[in-house]
């Protein structure tokens, strides 16, 4: 957590092998991307911003496609449950370009079920979500975690972070100001007033 520019963005990437650290050392499950970058990628999965989506293609090609490029086992049967799973049998034939924003972003996190990674990075991914696409994010999420996947996501949203996370990180221009296990709303709103003024920021 934290105001728009504190890092959060950053460090998922940085995780996520999309950019190299101009300092410091990182490591994921103990290996260190600069060295063993196809290992550290192997083990992740990175839904940000963008549904990285190809918007012609309808969810299945697209989950096809995926499914394809990481030689997922047993492929067809995954991306039914897939979609069953984020509710979208019934628009799985349509291209995704006419998708709500909600349903992209079940449709990528469809995508992202299919790899069954060992860490989940997600960037601020209720964004723009309808308290129905919103719910079903929840559900999976907590789901993820019960199956001992590692989710780390971004949020703005304190009663976000109270259900689904056990641990925080605020963030303030690039460094961690406060880390703990999360206990209530009013402990991180607590934190994120005593960050530092930022430049138009919003915690």
């Not at 963008?50 to 969810?59: F, H, P, R, T, V």
């Not at 049998?89 to 060992?118: D, K």
């Not at 696409?133 to 703005?156: F, G």
Request: aromatic content about 2%; hydrophobic content about 40%.
């Amino acid at each position: 957590m934290g105001p728009n520019g504190a890092g959060k963005t950053t460090l998922l990437r940085l995780c996520a092998t999309l950019v190299a650290p101009s300092a410091g050392d990182l490591r994921v499950f103990g290996i260190d991307p600069a060295s063993d970058g196809p290992a550290v990628r192997a083990t992740i999965a990175y839904l940000g911003h963008e549904s990285q989506l190809y918007g012609d293609l309808n969810a299945i090609e697209n989950l096809n496609f995926t499914a394809r490029l990481h030689r997922v086992e047993n492929a067809e049967a995954a991306i039914a449950v897939a979609l069953e799973r984020c509710g979208l049998v019934g628009a799985s034939r349509r291209p995704v370009r006419t998708y709500s924003r909600g349903m992209q972003q079940r449709c990528a996190l469809a995508r992202v079920l299919l790899l069954r990674p060992r860490l989940l990075l997600l960037d601020e991914p209720s964004t723009g979500l309808d308290s129905e696409a919103k719910a079903t994010l929840h559900e999976i999420v907590t789901e993820l975690r019960r199956a001992k996947t590692t989710v780390v996501l971004t949020t703005h949203d304190s009663a976000e972070a109270v259900r689904l996370c056990e641990a925080a990180a605020v963030l303030s221009r690039g460094r961690v100001h406060w880390h703990g296990r999360i206990e209530n709303e009013s402990q991180l709103a607590e934190q994120l007033a005593a960050l530092p003024a930022s430049r138009g920021g919003q915690p």
